[in-house]
């Protein structure tokens, strides 16, 4: 109760008098009149760009620039105004026109080159002069792109509209060529089936010549075996004569050599009886020998041993006796040496009476043949001269047989010859029918292929009606359609700008009410001791310019509706923020006054321009350069704006309830700041008698 003591007395203070209370109406006024006036003058700028002056050149012969020119004058943003290209540059230049558009002398030339196939980009020159109004060239070049995307639409519609008459013609033309293909396709077809008996016949040719050829070869093959054969033959057989005419000779001579040869052989088998019985006798007195120099052989060891049986006896020493009977060995030795060589010689003799009663044998049985090889060889002879005779007369033969076969094998060569020729050309005929039936059926497929392909691509041309083409044309023209799909809608560009200029304005009325209001009251920071005494100054000290604030934002508020035609979406929140809004703002600058006086105004001055650039009022606040963008969260003005467009324009009520908090805290903490300004001033110095600065 003490804090509404104290401000009801401030508020008796400054109104005490007639130019007080006109003091406290102008400063209750002053936020409406400065948001009322930028919101007045800016509601819609963008309906009266035709009172903007224009230049308008003409320079094209043809159809398209003066096209443009039509509808541009009907409905082109500003108000155009035909002129010449020198007239408009000085009026740019003089400030007369603020933007001039000029359409050059091919224009019309270069947006119907695309279909010569020789392209050329049409160009407009749009000439400004940011002298004049920076403004106004950006909202130039958004009207000349406009312009440029209704010619692009309209080229476009018209190039399709001709491109999808040309489907129509091809169409037509592929069904011309698929009737031509398929009767092609026909024709090869027979063709094939011709190719295909011509390919049969002329292999069945070559079969039969390479068959030809084949047993030509074999008959030339066998009648050169043949006549080598018979040449081998007649040579053998002439060999053979002569071979058989010494055997003849021979034979007679081997007959009469032979004639004596019984006799001989019984004689030769009597003296072969008598060897052998004397070589019988002689090999017996060699085995008597062998056998008694072996004894002695055998005795000679008993003998040694009883020599040194007597040695020991007659008491020589085992030395003595050694010595002794080495020499014994010593003379034993040619003894054992003569044994040893009669038996060898023995065995000899024995193998020399075997051979010689073989050799006896043998020559007996000899003797018995003798008489019975004479009369076969005598019989030889006799066959010799009559083989002589046959082989005479083969020889002869064979001759003759050579002679025959030399002939067949030159003739078997020549028809061996033809018919390799034969076959060859044969071959050569079947490959070549075999390629042209090859070709011919490649042909085919590629006629069926034709046929299909033009089939397939007659399907693929589409075949549509014209009203269909005339709506493709448009769609190809102007392919893409931009549909706004607004979450919320300001709906004139003064009711965008409404939430920046309404928080300025909010915090131009709280600065305004400081020059003559006073942030606290001398009188009960005189009388005060506590703390709480401290919190009452405080709230007495903003209760009295936040009431003035309410008034501040309800006139705001009711100009902004009624007069300006501005429709919040939440009414009733919308006002209610508004008074958050100055409230809070009264505090923050009720707390730099009370903590620094003079100083602390200019500081509020000062904080209102920052808020100006960092609150985001106009463009998003993102595109703000360092380092201001990093001040738009720790500064109230930024909360307020953006509390404003969600309750003006349907937003999201959760960010404003965050924004709402946030200069909740604002004011909490401004009021805080300013109780501790109020505790510290309870003692008074020199300075606050008479303060360096009074503003």
Do not use: C
């Not at 009322?36 to 309906?47: E, K, Q, R």
């Not at 007679?252 to 072969?272: C, E, H, I, S």
């Not at 009410?513 to 100054?537: D, Y």
Request: proline residues 3%.
């Amino acid at each position: 109760m003490k804090a509404v003591r104290i401000s009801l007395s401030e508020l008796r203070r400054i109104s005490a008098g007639t130019l007080p209370k006109l003091a406290i109406a102008a400063f209750a006024i002053i936020p409406t009149l400065y948001a009322g006036l930028y919101l007045f003058v800016n509601s819609d700028p963008y309906s009266r760009l035709d009172q903007v002056p224009a230049a308008l050149v003409v320079e094209d012969t043809g159809e398209f620039g003066q096209k443009v020119a039509d509808n541009l004058l009907d409905d082109g943003g500003f108000g155009w105004v035909e002129t010449s290209r020198a007239e408009a540059q000085v009026g740019v230049r003089s400030g007369e026109y603020d933007a001039a558009l000029v359409i050059g002398p091919t224009f019309s030339d270069d947006l119907a080159s695309s279909g010569e196939f020789a392209p050329q980009q049409a160009s407009i020159t749009l000439v400004t002069n940011d002298a004049n109004n920076y403004l106004a060239r950006t909202i130039a070049d958004q009207i000349v792109g406009k312009v440029r995307d209704s010619i692009a639409s309209e080229v476009g519609t018209e190039a399709a509209a001709q491109f999808l008459a040309g489907f129509s013609d091809i169409r037509t033309s592929l069904e011309d060529a698929v009737s031509g293909a398929t009767e092609l396709t026909d024709g090869t077809a027979q063709l094939v089936t011709g190719s295909d008996q011509l390919v049969t016949g002329s292999a069945d040719l070559a079969t039969g010549a390479s068959t030809a050829a084949t047993g030509a070869s074999d008959l030339a093959t066998g009648a050169s075996t043949l006549k080598t054969g018979a040449a081998t033959l007649a040579t053998g057989a002439s060999t053979l004569k002569t071979g058989i005419d010494d055997l003849d000779t021979g034979l007679g001579t081997l007959k009469t050599a032979t004639t004596d040869l019984p006799t001989q052989a019984q004689a030769l088998a009597d003296g072969a009886k008598k060897v052998a019985d004397g070589n019988a006798t002689i090999a017996g007195y060699g085995d008597a020998a062998a056998t008694g120099a072996q004894a002695l052989v055998d005795d000679l060891d008993t003998i040694r041993t009883g020599i040194a049986d007597d040695l020991r006896a007659q008491g020589l020493t085992e030395e003595e006796i050694t010595t002794v009977l080495t020499a014994l060995d010593t003379a034993r030795q040619p003894i054992t040496d003569a044994s040893t060589a009669l038996g060898e010689v023995s065995t000899s003799l024995d193998t020399l009476s075997s051979g010689a009663t073989q050799v006896s044998d043998g020559a007996a049985a000899l003797a018995l043949s003798a008489p019975t090889l004479a009369q076969g060889i005598a019989d030889a002879a006799t066959g010799a001269d009559s083989l002589a005779t046959g082989a005479s007369t083969l020889a002869t033969g064979a001759s003759d047989l050579s002679t025959g076969a030399s002939e067949l094998s030159t003739g078997a060569d020549s028809l061996k010859t033809g018919t390799a020729t034969l076959s060859e050309g044969a071959s050569t005929l079947a490959t070549g029918v075999s390629t042209l039936h090859d070709g011919i059926v490649a042909a085919d497929s590629g006629a069926v292929q034709l046929r299909d392909g033009l089939t397939s691509g007659m399907g693929e041309v589409p075949d549509v009606d014209a009203q269909t083409q005339d709506d493709t044309a448009q769609t190809i023209g102007n392919p893409v359609v931009v549909q706004n799909e607004s979450l919320t809608s300001a709906g004139t560009y003064g009711a965008g700008l409404a939430p920046f200029f309404l928080s300025l304005a909010s915090w131009i009325g709280a600065y305004v009410l400081f020059l003559l209001v006073k942030p606290l009251s001398r009188r009960a920071l005189a009388a005060g001791r506590s703390i709480w005494s401290s919190v009452a100054t405080a709230l007495g000290g903003w209760l009295t310019p936040a009431a003035i604030g309410v008034a501040q934002a309800a006139l705001m508020f009711t100009v902004t509706k009624f007069a300006l035609d501005i429709q919040p979406a939440y009414p009733w929140f919308t006002a209610l923020f508004l008074v958050l809004v100055s409230a809070t703002f009264v505090a923050i600058l009720q707390a730099l006054n009370a903590w620094l006086g003079a100083a602390g105004q200019f500081l509020g001055l000062v904080l209102m321009l920052t808020q100006l650039v960092t609150a985001g009022g106009t463009f998003p606040w993102q595109t703000i350069p360092e380092p201001l963008r990093s001040l738009h969260q720790f500064l109230p003005m930024s909360y307020g704006v953006d509390g404003l467009r969600h309750l003006l324009y349907g937003g999201s009520l959760t960010n404003v309830g965050t924004d709402a908090a946030v200069l909740a805290l604002f004011l909490v903490g401004s009021l805080a700041v300013t109780t501790l300004a109020a505790r510290k001033q309870r003692l008074w110095t020199v300075r606050t008698l008479q303060p360096e600065l009074v503003l």
